[in-house]
C-alpha cells in the first residue's frame, strides 16, 4: 500500500554497509515492507507502532534480498545512459519505441505530443523536455488507467473509493486500507497486459488485503497469464524512466 511519509525517520548501519530510513504509516498500515529506489536508498515503512526490534529483525531476514536488489541497481546504472531528447531518441509509451522528433513550431499542437509514430517536441522548450515527457506520461496513465479500471471492476465485483496516478518508483500500483487505489505514471509505457495485470492486482486487494494463495487465484481467475506480466516487469521494470 502507498501511504504518507512521516518526515522524522531513522536510519542504521547493519553489517557495517547497509543503511535504511524508516517511514512510519500514518494510516492502517499493520505490514513491515521495503523499497530499494533506484538511487540505492533503502526504505522500511512500518506501522506507527513497530518496535525497533522487530524493524531490525524485519531487515536481517531480508538482508539477502536487499543487496541482491542493490547490486542489480548498480548494474543497471552502469548499462544506463541519461536522456539527451535528441532528435531520433525513442521513449516507451504503452511498450512501444517512438522516436523524437525536434520541431520548429506546433501548429495549433501541444509542445509534446505523439503523433505519426513519433513524439514531436518544440524546439524552444528542449530544456523542459523531462517535465514536458513526465506531464504527457502522468495524462496518458490518468486517462488509460482509469479506462482499465472501468473494465476490470465489474469482473472482479469491487468499488474502489478513488484512483491517483503518482511518481512512486518503488511501487507500480497500491490499494490503501480505504480502498484508494494508485498507480506511478512510468507504467503507462509498459505494454497494456502488463498495465491490466497491475490494475487488476490492486483491484483483487480491495476483496483481499495481502498476497495469499486465495489472492493470487483471484488474480489468476480475472488474467490467467498473470505471471507472464509479472516477470516482465521484474525484468523490463528499470526501462520505465523518463530520466
Not at 480505504?178 to 498507480?183: A, D, G, K, Q, S
Not at 528499470?238 to 530520466?243: E, S
Request: net charge positive.
Amino acid at each position: 500500500m502507498m501511504e504518507d511519509r512521516n518526515p522524522g525517520a531513522t536510519g542504521m548501519t547493519l553489517h557495517g554497509s547497509l543503511r535504511y530510513q524508516i517511514v512510519r504509516s500514518k494510516k492502517r498500515r499493520r505490514t513491515l515492507a521495503i523499497c530499494v529506489e533506484r538511487s540505492g536508498k533503502v526504505m522500511v515503512r512500518a506501522p506507527v507502532r513497530a518496535t525497533q526490534d522487530a524493524i531490525d529483525a524485519f531487515v536481517r531476514e531480508k538482508t539477502c534480498w536487499i543487496e541482491k536488489k542493490l547490486s542489480q541497481i548498480r548494474q543497471e546504472q552502469t548499462q544506463h545512459k541519461p536522456r539527451a531528447f535528441l532528435p531520433g531518441e525513442r521513449f516507451l509509451y504503452l511498450g512501444k519505441l517512438y522516436p523524437l522528433r525536434i520541431t520548429d513550431a506546433t501548429n495549433g499542437q501541444p509542445p509534446l505530443h505523439l503523433k505519426e509514430g513519433q513524439f514531436h517536441l518544440t524546439e524552444n522548450l528542449r530544456e523542459k523536455a523531462k517535465d514536458l515527457f513526465i506531464e504527457w506520461y502522468r495524462k496518458e496513465a490518468e486517462t488509460i488507467i482509469r479506462q482499465r479500471i472501468g473494465l476490470y471492476r465489474d469482473t472482479l465485483q469491487v468499488h474502489p473509493t478513488a484512483e491517483r496516478i503518482t511518481s512512486a518508483r518503488c511501487q507500480w500500483g497500491g490499494c490503501s486500507a480505504r480502498n484508494t487505489l494508485t498507480f506511478s505514471w512510468r507504467i503507462i509505457m509498459a505494454p497494456l497486459p502488463v498495465i491490466d495485470y497491475v490494475v487488476i492486482h490492486e483491484l483483487a486487494h480491495i476483496r483481499e488485503k495481502n498476497h495469499s494463495p486465495r489472492f493470487w487465484k483471484i488474480v489468476e481467475a480475472t488474467l490467467p497469464d498473470y505471471r507472464d506480466y509479472r516477470d516482465w516487469l521484474r525484468k523490463q521494470g528499470q526501462l520505465l524512466t523518463a530520466d
